[in-house]
T-cell receptor, first 116, second 114 residues
């Protein structure tokens, strides 16, 4: 079974430029998460989707970050414009719906963003 | 109340030894406690997880010990191997309330010397 797929794996951009990250979750997983992992720290949740609906985006900096999950499968996270402080690894994770009794979240390899 | 505190920050163990990593939480609503292993350039991989209705869970060389009254849980890696060298994260969430939001510790970098 294929795991969570993310692309690109690495991205280097200049500040004020836009950037987008793509995620394809594990087949059948209704819940999708975007986390940000700063160097030397644990991941922090940015947004959680249940199917197409964003059910927790309280940690998403909405002035510059946006996300979408059309058709409840793939998801895209966008930053516009990027700032130096956005340099981090952006991780996508997926899980079965919590109501299914399974709480395990499976992470993709991440996209390492460097803003210069 | 949302924090999960992890220690030590780094750990060096000889091959064959026992690695112990500790985590503490404050929010008593947390009811799902996973441990993740992360290698450089990779995403976190689920290692083992525990619910608060049991005090210990063992899977191979990995054991979680859970102390509900002290609000602490720990990961024990028995017979540590050089291949176990990685960063380990504890986490907690209110799984049963459907939020699914994992709160991660700061991570422990483990080095197992041959």
């Amino acid at each position: 079974e294929a795991g969570v797929v993310q692309s690109p794996r690495y991205k280097i951009i200049e500040k004020k430029q836009p950037v987008a990250f793509w995620c394809n979750p594990i087949s059948g997983h209704n819940t999708l998460y975007w986390y940000r992992q700063n160097l030397g720290q644990g991941p922090e949740l940015l947004i959680r989707y249940e199917n197409e609906e964003a059910v927790d985006d309280s940690q998403l900096p909405k002035d510059r970050f946006s996300a979408e999950r059309l058709k409840g499968v793939d998801s895209t996270l966008k930053i516009q414009p990027a700032e130096l402080g956005d340099s981090a690894v952006y991780l996508c994770a997926s899980s079965l719906a919590p109501m299914a009794g399974s709480y395990e979240q499976y992470f993709g390899p991440g996209t390492r963003l460097t803003v210069t | 109340q949302q924090q999960v505190k992890q220690s030590p920050q780094s750990l060096i163990v000889q091959k064959g030894g026992i690695s112990i990593i500790n985590c503490a939480y404050e929010n008593t609503a947390f009811d799902y406690f996973p441990w993740y292993q992360q290698f450089p350039g990779k995403g976190p991989a689920l290692l083992i997880a525990i619910r608060p209705d049991v005090s210990e869970k063992k899977e191979g060389r990995f054991t979680i010990s859970f102390n509900k009254s002290a609000k602490q849980f720990s990961l024990h890696i028995m017979d540590s191997q050089p291949g176990d060298s990685a960063t380990y994260f504890c986490a907690a969430s209110k799984g049963s309330s459907n939020t699914g939001k994992l709160i991660f510790g700061q991570g422990t970098t483990l080095q197992v010397k041959p």
